[in-house]
């Protein structure tokens, strides 16, 4: 398969198989506030045509979520995304993206279990819907990355005013990506992997 960093977003295909190198699966979780991209990154980079539980937004979400401000998005995830990249011939990562809106948040449980790791997706306009988020990473003892995905009218801030902002530890790596484009979810993908093996390298946290 081609994992050359290609920016073209692959249709779906009909050669759905794992690479018979295959050794390794690895369950990710991609997490953040009602509408910050999770589904957009899951159906960039997977290698198989994404599984997603999209539903029209109600008026039961029209009343939540007003305060978005964009008119391009109609739908919101009910239950998850489901996609699968291969890292390296060896490696594959299946990736579940988890619902935005706060109601149907009573899935998430079931969605960590066996994770290894998760993406923590920012949208700058609305930090403060992300605290809850890795509060609950925390709690659960699941090690995360934050990609700050930048929409055009989303304030820009320096890194280290983020971090202070998110209160995240020194460590936790914070990246900006657009995660429209397959390269750039695929590098938050390849951040994430390398803080969990700088990781187990160092031995459990404290
Ligand atoms: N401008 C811009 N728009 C984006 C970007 N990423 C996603 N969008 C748009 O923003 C909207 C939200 O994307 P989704 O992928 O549905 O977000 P989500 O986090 O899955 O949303 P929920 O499942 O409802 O929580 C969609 O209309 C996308 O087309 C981005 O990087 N820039
Ligand atoms: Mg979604």
Redesign the pocket.
Known sequence: MDFNGSDTIPGPRTEDQLPHTAQAAVKIV?V????????????SVSEIRPLTT?ET?TQA?IGV?DD?G?D???????AM?FGRISITDKLVLYLF?????ERFWFLWNGLFEGALGAVV?VDTRRLEVSFDVMGRLEERGVPFVVAV????DGPRYPVEDLRTALDLAPDVPIID?????RASSKDVLMTLMRFLHSIALSGPRT
């Open positions: 991609i953040g506030g009602f509408g910050v991209g999770k589904t957009t990154m899951v159906g999209e937004m979400g979520d978005y964009s391009s998005k109609t739908a919101t995830t009910v995304d993206g988890t619902p935005g809106q997706l995905n930048s929409f055009p990506c657009d995660v429209r484009r």
